[in-house]
């Protein structure tokens, strides 16, 4: 078989066999296929997109690139979720430890982040001396005692993926419905877990800017993981906003301690409790939705998932006093507000524009080697649908200094659009696919 066949085979529309996708993907994971000459094939693949067999083919070959985790040693339901990403997204620090405190098991694997703001390791960092470092025993031992564990993806994990996101993200070739689907899917499918929920994200902040593209992508990935043996379903959620009221990997740590405590009622919690209740379901733990519904919001006011996330932080070496004081996590020394001048409606507002202010303030990574400040960010008072008065306050911004939180600010006011007319409601789950 030759690269440069299956090259013009895909450029001039036709389908690949699934001996053909494991060719591709084995020689490129072995450094056999050049750069080049895959990225030729991205290409061609952005023009003419994946059919489904091809997106099952490609699933399973990168999956199979390297090391599969077995949770055999993992006794009950093992499950997993992961996000299409988002602005403020802090929902693996308040749902793993919900789950848990349900008798859930979760072996996760999370990134740190590029761009924006942190990955969920950034965040949990934000616990003085909190690692994702353990052997692989420790890990398990984890999951089995505390209920969950989250470590770093290693490198044994879907080689292919990394080889290829990192080329995709250069050659202008993410955006393929089947180079997405395969990508996530082949990362969970090596994970190990039977029960998978995704969260698939549309609007300003996300990959998917349209419903339709998001509810298009959540089911292929729903079929993929349900022909791989996995039970799978994915919640489609607004992200036309961020989720949440903080942004950046301290204070989002923070707002997730506030939800676990049951101080907090807002779109972060209703998400938790979606993809919960999905798990719950899928994994036989409750009999309906209504039942999961009340087993995860009984975690809460019974201070079992604080309970849980003390735990969580405690067995991954972290300071777990912080869960019950979070003035003990990182603090900006400047806090600075930004108020709005004028009245009326927070008519629109910029997700993505707003996560580049915490990262402008240091909360992320602009390349791959900028170190995180943990304590940045911006706290949001006013969100799309609010009412807000001139002079109002709008945000507060957490800056190393006031010169950059006043060079934030005027990034910030930019992100929001305020109009006379209120803007109509838009629900923020759109929709489930099982
Ligand atoms: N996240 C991934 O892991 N892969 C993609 O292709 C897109 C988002």
Known sequence: ????????????????????????????????????????????????????????????????SGDTIDLSAVTGVKADKHSTGGVGDKTSLVLCPMLA???????????????????TIDKLESFPG???????????????????????????????????????????????????????????????????VLDVKCGSGSFMKTEEEARLLAQEMVEVGNAAGRKTAAVITDMDKPLGNAVGNALEVREAISALKGEYAGDLLELCISIGSNILLQGGIAGSEA????????????????????????AQGGDSAAVYDPSLLPTAPVQYDVCSDVSGYVNRMNAEGIGLVSLHLGGGRATKESVIDP????????????????????????????????????LLRACYVITDEAPADVPFIKGVVR
């Open 101 to 119: 405190a349900c008798g859930v098991k979760m072996a996760k694997m999370s990134g740190r982040g590029l761009g924006h703001t942190g990955g």
């Open 291 to 314: 039942e999961a519904r009340t087993m995860l919001r009984h975690t809460i006011e019974d201070g079992s998932a604080l309970r849980k996330l003390a735990e969580f932080v405690d």
């Open 130 to 196: 909190f690692s994702c470092d353990m052997t692989t025993e420790r890990f398990f031992e984890n999951v089995n005692t505390v209920g969950f564990a989250i470590a770093a993806q290693t490198a044994e994990i879907d080689p292919a993926d990394k080889k290829l996101y990192a080329l995709r993200d250069v050659t202008g070739t993410v955006a393929v419905r089947g180079l997405i689907v395969s990508s996530i899917m082949s990362k969970k499918l090596a994970a190990g877990a039977d029960t998978i």
């Open 375 to 410: 304590a940045v960010g911006v706290v949001l008072d006013k969100k799309a649908g609010d009412r807000v008065a001139c002079g109002e306050r709008l945000a507060v911004i957490h800056a190393a200094s006031e010169e950059k939180a006043a060079e934030a600010a005027k």
């Open 1 to 64: 078989m030759l690269m440069t066949e299956l090259i013009a085979k895909k450029r001039d529309g036709g389908v690949l066999s699934e001996e053909e996708i494991r060719f591709m993907i084995d020689g490129y994971t072995r450094g056999e296929i050049p750069d080049y000459q895959m990225s030729a094939m991205l290409m061609a693949m952005y023009f003419r997109g994946l059919d489904h067999d091809e997106t099952v083919a490609m699933t399973m070959a990168m999956m199979h």
